[in-house]
């Protein structure tokens, strides 16, 4: 293992959209695989062909896109270990399920559902294992030439792995230790069908990663009960020496903790569980992304990584590259994650503000457009930068900045009863001159002036200011006053003075 490089693969299989706890267990492969300077793999395992759904391959390359998680090797890719679809690699299998079979470690098995079911009905929690393999229809207990006919005739068939009894079988995992497992408790698993010629998922799992030289497996927890099986198959295809190191990796867990996440988990409590939006090809109904709700990629890794992770500080907010850096097995959980959707939102809030200006202000340019608004694009980012701090996802920027780009023609009625007084409109009167006198409009040399003004004038501060508030915005918020007056310009914001003198009724006449 000392001298060999790191390869480690993500392997789903296309039947529907990519869960996010399959996006976490990739992002680990990958930052163990970069931090090692090793490959990262992207293997389809499309065995099983009546759950195969169309587009869903085509979704999962596009979601590590989406994230920016780039494959070394991938269908679409290619590489020297390909072909990365398991179904374009049936003869491979059937090589190794053939020298299996020769040496007397598998054996074949014609046993048809209804005998199995007659099977289990006689035997309590029946297992078809060495107590009972020799009860049953197989290779082990008919005549050759039975065997032969059979299989020449047509009859369905499934290959079984031969576990032979009372061995114990120890996975060596990096994040849970060392694990110990009688083989007496497994059965002897189907590791081929002759209904599509095609393996299981056991089989076919340890040949591609021996074949594709896998280092690492680093895979979810609900795998670990696999792993003594494979365990035992690397032994059997006297591949010891080469076998991976394992790594299974906590579960995602519901927000309450209590079993693993689901969709119907982001159905009730409203929040996505897919990395991309999804519609099912079947029944239409469409499956909502972090992507399309707002995420940014880069919040979304750093959210996953805290998943069953922790780098052992105080920092919270990493790159890419520095989680690259950071990574180890040994700051794994053992345990579950809650998953905490309140703190997917704040990592994509501290993404936000560290995103420049400029690039949010992309982001935005769709908004805009939308409310047919064209500006500048430096005045965008400039408005962002006062207000950006406010918003956990750039959709909710239009609530908060809408009067930067659409003058009021109405003023929010409780807040003109609470704060435009009698004196309002001479007072707005005279700061409306004193503005026109500014040279340097800037926000600093304007909050200097005017509060100097207000002072020497014995004016009452707040009232000054939520009036002017009140005539530039329409309503009580928005950020530090000069800085919106100092964005708006100055003729803009003498403009909106005007309007509400004119526009807003004295007290007296309300």
């Not at 992002?27 to 931090?35: C, E, G, M, T």
């Not at 499956?287 to 709700?293: D, I, N, V």
């Not at 053992?334 to 982001?363: C, T, V, Y």
């Not at 100097?452 to 508030?469: D, S, T, V």
Request: charged share 25%; glycine share 6%; net charge negative.
């Amino acid at each position: 293992m000392m001298n060999r490089r790191t390869r480690v693969r993500f392997a789903p299989s296309p039947t529907g959209p990519l869960h996010i706890g399959g996006v976490r267990t990739a992002l680990y492969n990958y930052l163990f695989a970069k931090q090692q300077e090793g490959d990262f793999i992207l293997r389809i395992e499309d065995t099983d062909s009546n759950r195969f759904v169309p587009g869903a391959e085509a979704y999962i390359q596009e979601a590590f896109d989406w994230l920016g998680l780039p494959f070394d090797e991938s269908p679409a890719k290619g590489g020297k270990f390909g072909p990365y679809r398991q179904s374009e690699r049936k003869e491979i299998y059937k090589r190794y399920v053939t020298q299996l079979l020769d040496n007397k470690l598998a054996y074949i098995a014609f046993d048809t559902p209804e005998e199995l079911e007659a099977k289990r009905n006689e035997i309590p929690n029946f297992q078809y294992d060495a107590s009972t393999r020799l009860q049953m229809r197989n290779s082990l207990t008919l005549p050759a030439e039975e065997v032969a006919r059979l299989i020449d005739s047509g009859t369905q068939y499934v290959v079984r792995i031969k576990i032979e009894p009372q061995i114990d079988i120890t996975v060596n995992d990096l994040i849970r230790g060392e694990v110990v497992i009688n083989s007496s408790v497994l059965d002897d698993k189907v590791i081929y069908k002759s209904a599509d010629e095609l393996p299981t998922y056991h089989l076919a799992n340890v040949v591609d990663d021996h074949l594709m030289e896998i280092t690492h497996v680093i895979r979810g927890e609900e795998w670990l009960p696999s792993a003594p099986l494979h365990v035992w198959l690397y032994n059997s295809l006297g591949w010891a020496e080469t076998m991976p190191a394992f790594a299974h990796l906590p579960l995602l867990l519901k927000p309450e903790g209590n079993g693993k996440l689901s969709k119907r988990d982001g159905d009730r409590l409203g929040f996505p569980v897919f990395p991309l939006e999804w519609r099912d090809p079947k029944s239409g109904e469409l499956s909502s992304g972090y992507r399309e709700s707002g995420y940014l990629p880069e919040a979304v890794i750093n959210f996953l990584a805290f998943l069953g992770w922790n780098p052992g500080t105080e920092q919270e907010i990493f790159s890419l590259e520095e989680l690259v850096a950071a990574f180890s097995f040994e700051r794994c959980s053992k345990s579950g994650a809650k998953f905490d959707f309140e703190k997917a939102k704040w990592f994509n809030h501290k993404h936000i503000q560290a995103r420049p200006n400029e690039q949010l202000a992309e982001m935005f340019q769709p908004v805009l457009a939308e409310k047919n608004i064209s500006c500048d694009m430096s005045y965008v980012a400039n408005v962002i930068a006062v207000m950006k701090e406010r918003i956990n996802f750039v959709r909710e920027l239009w609530d908060q900045v809408s009067f930067f780009f659409i003058a009021p023609v109405s003023y929010d009625e409780k807040t003109v009863r609470k704060r435009w007084k009698k004196e309002s409109p001479a007072q707005l009167n005279e700061l409306i001159g004193l503005l026109e006198s500014i040279d340097d409009f800037s926000a600093g040399n304007q909050e200097k002036i005017v509060k100097q003004w207000i002072e020497e004038k014995g004016y009452h501060l707040g009232n000054i200011m939520n009036a002017f508030r009140l005539a530039l915005v329409g309503e009580s918020k928005g950020p530090q006053m000069f800085e919106i007056s100092s964005l708006l310009g100055r003729q803009e914001t003498i403009d909106r003075l005007r309007r509400a003198i004119e526009m807003i009724p004295a007290p007296e006449d309300q």
